[in-house]
């Protein structure tokens, strides 16, 4: 795989779809450094639709999901994807009233990177990513212990300090224990 290296300008466009639909038109897959890993995908996902990618290391597999979840930017073509819900609680606004334990308006969607992303701070914000338990919030505590359970990472917990200890995870946790975390994530947001 030849790998080129050009200079892009970002001149996609993105657009939202009422029915949990992905579509890219002509999307390359392009790094931040301007690496063109591919240089024009088409693909329609329809809810429902089953897709296995594979193929060769760097090829793109992760780097299209980094797109489709808006990581990396469309430097070209088309990208509909169903659109991020805005309420109070997702948005994290402190709105008047007490905002839904969890909003039933977002789409049922969660991206698992290969990968995933480690947040300062303690080992309860790894779980709640991209949102923070409030400090006491015993509610957050009893279901992310829960969720370390169920994830297998419950021992990990104790070891580290417990649910707020603080570290720098990306490099405390070993590959399969970040990917735990991804799933933990998936299961604390659900």
Same mark, same amino acid.
């Given at each position: 795989?030849?790998?080129?290296?050009?200079?892009?300008?970002?001149?996609?466009?993105?657009?939202?779809?009422?029915?949990?639909?992905?579509?890219?038109?002509?999307?390359?897959?392009?790094?931040?450094?301007?690496?063109?890993?591919?240089?024009?995908?088409?693909?329609?996902?329809?809810?429902?639709?089953?897709?296995?990618?594979?193929?060769?290391?760097? =090829?793109?597999?992760?780097?299209?999901?980094?797109?489709?979840?808006?990581?990396?930017?469309?430097?070209?073509?088309?990208?509909?994807?169903?659109?991020?819900?805005? =309420?109070? @609680?997702?948005?994290? @606004?402190?709105?008047?009233?007490?905002?839904?334990?969890? =909003?039933?308006?977002?789409?049922?969607?969660?991206?698992?990177?290969?990968?995933?992303?480690?947040?300062?701070?303690?080992?309860?914000?790894?779980?709640?990513?991209?949102?923070?338990?409030?400090?006491?919030?015993?509610?957050?505590?009893?279901?992310?212990?829960?969720?370390?359970?169920?994830?297998?990472?419950?021992? =990990?917990?104790?070891?580290?300090?417990?649910?707020?200890?603080?570290?720098?995870?990306?490099?405390?946790?070993?590959?399969?224990?970040?990917?735990?975390?991804?799933?933990?994530?998936?299961?604390? @947001?659900?």
């Amino acid at each position: 795989m030849v790998i080129m290296k050009i200079l892009i300008s970002i001149a996609g466009k993105i657009s939202y779809t009422t029915d949990l639909s992905i579509l890219l038109r002509n999307v390359p897959i392009v790094t931040p450094s301007c690496d063109v890993v591919a240089s024009g995908v088409t693909l329609e996902l329809r809810p429902g639709t089953h897709l296995l990618i594979v193929g060769p290391n760097g =090829c793109g597999k992760s780097s299209l999901f980094r797109i489709i979840s808006g990581l990396w930017p469309v430097f070209g073509g088309e990208l509909s994807v169903p659109r991020p819900c805005e =309420c109070a @609680h997702c948005a994290e @606004h402190d709105a008047p009233g007490t905002p839904p334990e969890r =909003c039933l308006a977002r789409p049922v969607m969660f991206y698992i990177p290969q990968r995933p992303y480690m947040s300062e701070g303690s080992l309860i914000d790894q779980i709640t990513y991209p949102s923070r338990a409030a400090p006491g919030d015993l509610s957050a505590e009893a279901r992310a212990a829960h969720i370390l359970r169920v994830v297998r990472l419950d021992a =990990c917990a104790a070891r580290h300090g417990g649910l707020r200890a603080v570290r720098d995870w990306k490099s405390t946790l070993s590959g399969g224990e970040k990917q735990r975390v991804a799933c933990a994530r998936m299961f604390y @947001h659900r």
